[in-house]
């Protein structure tokens, strides 16, 4: 069995004449993975270019989601019912 080619570790919307000017598409994990293992990508390329931006994004939105349920919850309860 061959190694898979650069062509075949390359996200499918990968464009080839996009321009400079557009921001980098993000690769789907398992595609950032095979070519981590089988293309032109380095283990630190994926940390730096896939995980820790997808990290950094869940945390920030669970910790401002959690801040909104929290302070609806508190904003909106009824402070005069007494249970």
């Known amino acids: ?7 075949d570790v ?9 321009t400079a000017s557009k921001p980098e598409k993000r690769e789907h994990d ?8 089988h ?4 283990v630190l390329d994926y940390l ?12 920030v939105g669970g910790i401002l989601m959690v801040a909104v ?3 609806a919850q508190v904003a909106y309860s009824d402070s005069n019912h007494a249970s």
């Open 30 to 37: 398992t595609t950032m993975i095979r070519a981590v293992f």
């Open 39 to 42: 293309g032109p990508y380095s």
């Open 48 to 59: 730096v270019r896939f995980f820790l931006p997808t990290l950094i994004g869940n945390i």
């Open 69 to 71: 349920i929290n302070y």
């Open 10 to 18: 390359q996200p499918p919307d990968d464009r080839r004449g996009a």
């Open 1 to 7: 069995m061959s190694e898979p080619s650069q062509k």
